[in-house]
């Protein structure tokens, strides 16, 4: 016998649960089975990549000092002279940047207060000619003029000369278009890649195994420490230092070499006798160095031959004097070959031996670093640094940041399944706000803050660097660690089938129902007749 | 696991070191119970080299080797603790060397019996690692049955791409070892090494086409495939070691045939005399000036009359005229000195390829 009221109530229930599993299953599961792609700011980024320095015009103050006359105007006549020189320079600029003349006591300071401690200063002097001079210890420019180039009104010009193509050098060559196509870090077939964290690996490498030890905690302390310091605004040097004894190092190949080899045997086969490797291997530990430059001091297991050593750097230890054989290796470090075995008794290098090999190992990181490539400025290591550090800001932070975003934007879309995780979009985000940052610090220099500003930017742009690199490898962004869409409804089937046939099944039998019930009464009422 | 450690054995052969080869192995067959050698592996019945004897540096095995840590390692997308011998730091100028093994299908290489990698995985990480600039180069060889499909999806620039056998295709093994009973090399690698041997040294002439040609139906019995159309350079022009070798490059220290005081290419005395100053301005900076070379605090280069005399009247002047007069001023006169006293040149420019390889081995 059919109940009307529970018929009612199972289709209801067989409808409650199919408009759920329509309503809200379905679109709960597709919802949970989507890959979560968060939105970035594709547009922003592709034209901040097209034109990467269309926001930037970077301004360098630079301050006149004068003593004999006033020049109450000259400012603004130098400001002139180098803005006609700039703006009409052939080609145009890749990165746009001026010069700001300014008197030095436009400021009502006095030029012996520290403001003027780290700044660009001209100083001009009386003399009986006309020329330049630039200390190579700090960062004035000397302009020596005479009475004449006054008459002729020729200083302002050569004040901008001098600032242009001397103590601006670096900027005037690089920032030119087209200048940009060449290495900006110098050979960067022999420096690393910039990294604000460098390791520094010293090595003594002897072949025979007997004792041996060396003072360089003291030169280190003496001469690399300064070093470092004098370094450290542009990058950040950690040193460790080691002897590795072998039982035999093979130079003794070096001997067969002689007579096989047209010239320099030691070069063609020092590659593969000394290697180099093991020691680069090594420097895999140090995880949070990015670049490792290595120092290796080898000693042979037997004296070499003189002949290897004609063009060596003679060196005198404990009254001996013998040859080294320097060698560099680009992205490396040095290397460094004596001529002779360390004798079986404890042997201590002394600093008079490691002194000189620092002296060169310091202009040779200077090489390794990119920064030497820039010789015509290396006579003034501080303005070149300092220059430095704005072509380090721009072109190997900030476009690397870029290009890391564009990079990302591009994969993104190419990959249409790829996830994009929210602290994705996040580090984006920080990154285009950072560089909005620096960009500033770099077209207003004139904020006061107790840090050169150049340094700042180059910190926050090494940040900048790190937060990109960070969106890019992101480790959710694996496009193997989700299901395909395609794929969707194939590994899902076991689940939903099942469920899918009981929901329908049921609606449909529910639906029969009322036939079924119908049909169970007219019978029922066909027999009471019969009776 | 024969041709994946015969091939790692090769490349380190020519001089690529541990440090930039990253192994995967499945691991299981040195000390397999089935293993009449224990701790041993040979590719070839005669048992003269045991592949497994020394110097071995696996760096994933087992169920360290899966899909998901191959596309990582491709693209880099590790947790920040992931140790630096086990990834790929490769850069712009790298040259990367891949070969995969095991067994395979149509678009497929299996993993650990477990899972698959399918083309399209290893086209779309390649097109990762483009976007990034992580290399210069790409040499992909695969050895598996119906290999060259694995490459068929590849669409990244510079990749060069070989397999054993074409679509619907076996590889085959090279030889059987009656003693352990089971095949232990195939054939393709075995001749790919084969030909390998012939390089003595990382000098060699020896080109990717001569492999390439070296390759043939009667040696390999399956056809191998080469694709090129994403290779920028002729295959007849790239070395072997190109991608099978390290050539480091060593410039000398004072040497110079022609007797000239070269210091890595700094022919210019006042250049040399300049860069020694930078460790001596650091020292003074730092107060300890005692010990600082007295001929270099000298070092100041200074610019005076007699110097620029000739220049002045000529440059100076002209230059000055034309930037009042038309607005331009071209910049000359310290330039032209500069050029003078600087003859700084580097004659000795190296190029570094970082040669980077992996080496994978699912589970056969």
């Known amino acids: ?531 | 696991m024969a041709n994946v450690l015969s091939m790692y054995r090769t490349v380190k052969r020519l001089g690529i070191p541990d440090s930039q080869i990253i192994l995967m192995l499945s691991d299981d067959v040195s000390c397999n119970s089935r293993n009449l050698f224990p701790g041993a592996v040979f590719n070839n019945k005669d048992h003269m080299l045991d592949l497994y004897g020394e110097s071995v540096e696996v760096d994933y095995r087992g169920y360290e080797v899966t899909v998901e840590n191959f596309i990582r390692l491709l693209t880099d997308r590790w947790d920040e603790d992931h140790p630096k011998s086990k990834r790929l730091l490769t850069n712009e100028n790298s040259n990367i060397f891949i070969y995969m093994t095991g067994h395979g299908g149509a678009d497929f290489l299996k993993f650990q019996d477990a899972e698959e990698i399918a083309s399209l995985d290893i086209a779309n990480a390649f097109h990762q690692m483009y976007e990034k600039k992580r290399y210069n180069e790409i040499f992909f060889m695969i050895d598996t049955c119906q290999a060259n499909t694995m490459y068929s999806k590849f669409y990244s620039p510079n990749i060069l791409a070989c397999g054993s056998s074409e679509f619907e295709e076996s590889s085959y093994s090279h030889h059987s070892d009656v003693e352990l009973g089971v095949a232990v090399i195939d054939r393709f690698t075995y001749y790919s090494l084969e030909f390998l041997e012939n390089i003595k040294d990382k000098t060699s002439n020896l080109t990717m086409k001569d492999l390439f040609d070296y390759l043939t139906f009667d040696k390999v019995h399956s056809h191998t495939g080469v694709r090129t159309d994403l290779f920028k350079r002729n295959v007849s022009d790239v070395l072997i070691t190109d991608f099978f070798g390290n050539v480091q490059e060593i410039i000398p220290d004072l040497s110079d045939s022609d007797g000239n005081n070269i210091k890595h290419g700094i022919n210019d005395e006042e250049d040399y005399y300049i860069e020694k100053t930078v460790l001596d301005l650091a020292i003074e900076a730092s107060g300890n000036s005692s010990d600082v070379l007295e001929e270099n605090k000298t070092n100041t280069l200074v610019l005076k009359e007699n110097d620029i005399n000739k220049y002045l009247h000529n440059t100076i002047k002209s230059g000055h005229d034309a930037a009042n007069s038309k607005g331009e001023g071209p910049i000359t006169w310290w330039k032209t000195l500069a050029s003078t006293t600087n003859g700084v040149i580097f004659t000795t420019l190296c190029f570094i390829l970082y040669k980077f390889v992996i080496v994978t081995e699912p589970k056969n």
């Open chain 1, 1 to 531: 016998m059919c109940n009307r009221y529970q018929k009612l109530s199972r289709r209801l229930v067989c409808i409650t649960l199919i408009l759920l599993y329509c309503f809200i299953g379905i679109p709960l599961w597709y919802k949970l089975t989507t890959v979560y792609r968060a939105q970035l700011p594709t547009q922003y980024i592709k034209s901040l990549h097209e034109n990467k320095h269309q926001d930037i015009h970077m301004v360098i103050p630079v301050y006149l000092n004068f003593s004999t006359y006033k020049f109450p105007d000259l400012d603004k006549a130098v400001q002139a002279q180098t803005d006609s020189v700039i703006s009409n320079i052939e080609n145009g600029w890749d990165v746009n940047w001026s010069l700001q003349l300014q008197n030095v006591n436009q400021n009502n300071l006095n030029y012996t207060t520290d403001f003027y401690k780290d700044k660009y200063v001209v100083q001009l002097i009386l003399d009986d000619f006309v020329g330049c001079s630039v200390p190579y210890d700090g960062k004035d420019t000397i302009v020596f003029y005479n009475e004449e180039s006054i008459l002729s009104n020729d200083l302002p010009f050569f004040i901008a000369q001098s600032l242009m193509e001397h103590t601006f050098k670096l900027e005037y060559n690089l920032l030119r278009k087209g200048a940009q196509n060449g290495n900006k870090n110098g050979d960067s077939n022999i420096a690393i890649e910039y990294s604000p964290q460098v390791h520094i690996s010293l090595s003594v490498l002897t072949g025979k195994g007997y004792p041996v030890s060396w003072e360089i905690e003291d030169i280190l302390n003496e001469y690399f420490t300064p070093f470092r310091k004098f370094i450290s605004p542009v990058v950040n040097l950690t040193v460790d230092t080691e002897i590795i004894y072998y039982n035999d190092l093979n130079l003794n190949k070096l001997h067969n070499s002689i007579g096989n080899f047209t010239h320099d045997p030691i070069i063609e086969d020092l590659s593969a006798i000394i290697d180099l490797s093991e020691l680069t291997g090594k420097n895999n530990y140090y995880a949070n160095e990015k670049s490792v430059l290595n120092l290796a001091i080898v000693f042979p297991e037997h004296d070499l031959p003189h002949s290897l050593f004609k063009n060596g750097s003679p060196v005198t230890h404990e009254n001996d004097t013998f040859a080294v054989s320097s060698f560099l290796v680009p992205q490396w470090g040095s290397l460094i070959i004596n001529e002779h075995a360390l004798p079986s008794n404890p042997v201590k290098l002394s600093k008079a031996y490691l002194k000189p090999i620092i002296y060169k190992f310091s202009n040779e990181i200077f090489q390794l670093l990119g920064l030497s490539d820039f010789k015509e400025s290396l006579s003034t290591p501080m303005l070149t640094i300092d220059s430095f550090k704005r072509i380090t800001t721009i072109y190997s932070n900030l476009d690397k940041s870029v290009d890391t975003l564009r990079s990302l934007v591009d994969m993104t879309e190419e990959l249409p399944q790829m996830a994009i995780p929210k602290q994705v979009a996040d580090d984006v985000m920080e990154a285009l706000d950072l560089r909005l940052e620096i960009v500033g610090f770099l077209n207003n220099p004139n904020d006061e803050t107790d840090e050169l500003i150049w340094d700042i930017a180059l910190r926050k742009s090494n940040e900048l660097v790190d937060i990109c690199e960070h969106a890019f490898f992101h480790k959710d962004m694996m496009q193997q660690n989700f299901v395909p869409q395609e794929h969707k409804i194939a590994v899902y089937l076991p689940l939903l089938g099942p469920i899918s046939v009981v929901c329908f099944g049921g609606l449909i039998k529910s639906l029969k129902e009322k036939s079924l019930c119908d049909g169970n009464e007219a019978d029922s009422e066909e027999t009471k007749k019969e009776k």
